[in-house]
C-alpha cells in the first residue's frame, strides 16, 4: 500500500516560517520526482516545488526566495520550508510522488497551513 503522509501544518503569523515534511511508505522513495502542491478554497491546485531523486528543484514564481524544498531519500521523507509567509500563502498543502511508469503519481491527504495578517 503506497502511502505518503503530511505534517508540520498550522497556524502562523504573518512573516513567520513553517516547515512541513512529507514521509512516503511502500514506494522506494529514490525513484520518484516528489512535489508540494497546494489548494485554497475556490482556487486550482498549483505547483509550489518539486524536486528530483537527483535534487534538482522548480518553484512557483509565488514562493520563489521563500520556500525551499528538500529530500532525504534515505529517510524516505521530503520536507519544505517556508519562511516569510504571507495570507496568500494559507491553503492545504500537499505531497506528491511521481515517475515516468505513473505520471498522475501518489498523493497524500493534505495538511492545512494558515497565515494570519
Known amino acids: 500500500q503506497v502511502q505518503l503522509v503530511e505534517s508540520g501544518g498550522g497556524l502562523v503569523q504573518s512573516g513567520g516560517s513553517l516547515r512541513l515534511s512529507c514521509a512516503g511508505s511502500?514506494?522506494?522513495?529514490?525513484?520518484?520526482?516528489m512535489g508540494w502542491y497546494r489548494q485554497a478554497p475556490g482556487k486550482q491546485r498549483e505547483l509550489v516545488a518539486r524536486?528530483?531523486?537527483?535534487?534538482?528543484?522548480n518553484y512557483g514564481d509565488s514562493v520563489k526566495g521563500r520556500f525551499t524544498v528538500s529530500r532525504d531519500n534515505a529517510k524516505n521523507t521530503v520536507d519544505l520550508q517556508m519562511n516569510s509567509l504571507k495570507p496568500e500563502d494559507t491553503a492545504v498543502y500537499y505531497c506528491?510522488?511521481?515517475?515516468?511508469?505513473?505520471?498522475?503519481?501518489?498523493w497524500g491527504p493534505g495538511t492545512q497551513v494558515t497565515v494570519s495578517s
Open positions: 506528491k510522488a511521481s515517475s515516468p511508469r505513473i505520471p498522475a503519481g501518489y
Open positions: 511502500g514506494i522506494i522513495f529514490s525513484s520518484y520526482v
Open positions: 524536486i528530483t531523486s537527483g535534487g534538482y528543484t
